[in-house]
T-cell receptor, first 117, second 113 residues
Framework: AQTVTQSQPEMSVQEAETVTLSCTYD???????LFWYKQPPSRQMILVIR??????QNATENRFSVNFQKAAKSFSLKISDSQLGDTAMYFC??????????????FGTGTRLKVLA | NAGVMQNPRHLVRRRGQEARLRCSPM?????VYWYRQLPEEGLKFMVY????????ESGMPKERFSAEFPKEGPSILRIQQVVRGDSAAYFC???????????FGDGTRLSIL
């Protein structure tokens, strides 16, 4: 069974600094997708970034980038120039195609990030 | 283009009552997913539906829980005879294709008295 592990329950970072959130996963599959979602205090789930496992190039979205290490099964999120609005829970998620043809997410337990003024 | 709409945002029920949670997917999305989030935990998959069909309900309890996505109207997650342990945030997500990122609604917070 696939598992997703986020080993940092809480982190903090000074405004304008850079922070990296870690995520590891366990799978025997070669084709899958990885995502980072942000859940601010308002409790919405907001897609931050996605990565297809077959792509070697790390995904980037403005201040957010990932370090995808397929062999190590690691998918960390780097937030550059942290802003107060980045304060949120961050969830790493894994998705693959099941034999039934369905896709579904498996989420990690989350990392609570606090950006300090 | 409206996002995934869930209602109500908050729902309070007494033990033994029924809870109905509604979800309207984004326009053009025919794949709907329901997740449950307990306090301080990640989201756990419950059920995946396409129009009028349940595709995967492996994460949904066999008793008291049911889901539907009719041809017309929103998807409904129904919990009968609620118990305290059903208190959680229930999120609905939708996608245009099965392997595309899922877009989430704001969730329904269910509280059981």
């Amino acid at each position: 069974a696939q598992t997703v592990t986020q080993s940092q329950p809480e982190m903090s970072v000074q405004e304008a600094e850079t922070v990296t959130l870690s995520c590891t996963y366990d799978t025997s599959e070669s084709n899958y997708y990885l995502f980072w979602y942000k859940q601010p205090p308002s409790r919405q789930m907001i897609l931050v970034i996605r990565q297809e496992a077959y792509k070697q190039q790390n995904a980037t979205e403005n201040r957010f980038s990932v370090n995808f290490q397929k062999a190590a099964k690691s998918f960390s999120l780097k937030i550059s120039d942290s802003q107060l609005g980045d304060t949120a829970m961050y969830f790493c998620a894994f998705m693959k195609r099941h034999s039934s043809g369905t896709y579904k997410y498996i989420f990690g337990t989350g990392t609570r990030l606090k950006v300090l003024a | 283009n409206a996002g995934v709409m869930q209602n109500p945002r908050h729902l309070v029920r007494r033990r033994g009552q029924e809870a109905r949670l509604r979800c309207s997917p984004m326009k053009g999305h025919s794949h709907v997913y329901w997740y449950r989030q307990l306090p301080e935990e990640g989201l756990k998959f419950m059920v995946y539906l396409q129009k009028e069909n349940i595709i995967d309900e492996s994460g949904m309890p066999k008793e008291r829980f049911s889901a539907e996505f009719p041809k017309e109207g929103p998807s409904i997650l129904r919990i009968q005879q609620v118990v305290r342990g059903d208190s959680a945030a229930y999120f609905c997500a939708s996608s245009p294709q099965a392997n595309q990122p899922q877009h989430f609604g704001d969730g329904t917070r269910l509280s059981i008295l």
